[in-house]
């Protein structure tokens, strides 16, 4: 007996039990799915996602039960919902949709002070979705001290040329990491710099602090597989990077 058919019958067990007991009544179950390795590999559905998804439709091609997903990337729901509709067969709407950064939007406290964003993709966009009103990127944070940034090369090079620091750039008041960034030892470099410094990397600390900014980070896995045939470093190997 292969996977897919104890996964059946499984269903098919719980399903006609539910029948069973139940008439014209919402069902007393949900499911909540991961996407990544589970529904698809990057943007590759695995077909026996698709097989699975038949089994839970009924006849009106809508699910018998409440389905929700899950996943540790951050992205857009409305791109993700598209992208499962597609591999379903039916539609998933955005709200069916958590990404690692979804819990952030109840953390209202932080939502109107001065925050440090890292990660990839529409970083305002993300942030505003979530309620956050006054962010930064990393890209401020090189843009406002142009001279903490000397592992890249061409900032070298262009600093070389002649440079001005933000006089009146904030100070940082907390972290909040999405994802693993581009150019990694970059952006370590800066949350480094800015950690020693309580947010505000000007000037150099007389003493390394005991304490520093709250860092609050998304999505810790350490790999994760995608299309490639082996696992891929994911946002956890930045994180560990970051904690050494």
Request: proline share 6%; aromatic share 8%.
């Amino acid at each position: 007996m292969d996977h897919m058919t104890t996964i059946r019958e499984g269903l098919e067990n719980t399903f006609e039990g539910e029948k069973a007991k139940q008439t014209n009544v919402e069902p007393s179950f949900g499911l909540l799915f991961d996407i990544d390795g589970v529904i698809s590999r990057g943007s590759t559905p695995i077909p026996e996602a698709r097989e699975m998804f038949e089994m839970l439709k009924g006849s009106d091609n809508k699910f018998k039960v409440p389905i929700a997903f899950a996943t540790n990337a951050c992205s857009k729901s409305e791109i993700k919902a598209k992208m499962l509709s597609e591999i379903a067969g039916t539609e998933i709407t955005p709200e069916q949709v958590i990404h690692s950064q979804s819990p952030l939007s109840v953390f209202t406290h932080w939502h109107d002070k001065f925050v440090l964003f890292v990660g990839q993709g529409p970083i305002h966009e993300y942030a505003a979705d979530l309620g956050f009103t006054n962010i930064c990127t990393i890209e401020d944070v090189r843009n406002a001290y142009p001279l903490l940034d000397m592992v890249d090369h061409a900032n070298r090079r262009s600093v070389a040329q002649g440079y001005e620091e933000s006089k009146n750039f904030p100070a940082i008041q907390g972290i909040f990491l999405l994802g693993e960034p581009v150019n990694w030892e970059s952006k370590l470099q800066l949350l480094i710099d800015l950690l020693v410094t309580h947010g505000r990397p000007s000037h150099a600390p007389e003493l390394f602090p005991e304490t520093h900014l709250p860092i609050l980070a998304c999505n810790m896995d350490l790999v994760f597989m995608a299309e490639a045939c082996m696992p891929r470093f994911g946002h956890g190997a930045f994180l560990l990077c970051l904690e050494q």
